[in-house]
């Protein structure tokens, strides 16, 4: 038995998994890691610069 580290697209990782199940693979763990728009996103928030919301219907009505 061998484990591997890798690194994927976002959009590629259904595709993946959908290998590993058919070759008898399975995943250990799992890291999920903002792209760079979700991290400047989270500093502005961070900084007092974002908008407060009540629900997801309301951010929904801004965009």
Known sequence: M????????????????EFLSKIHGKIISEDRVPNAETIKAMEELKSGKGIRVGSVDELMKLV
């Open 2 to 17: 061998i484990t591997l580290t890798i690194e994927l697209p976002e959009e590629e990782t259904s595709f993946f998994k």
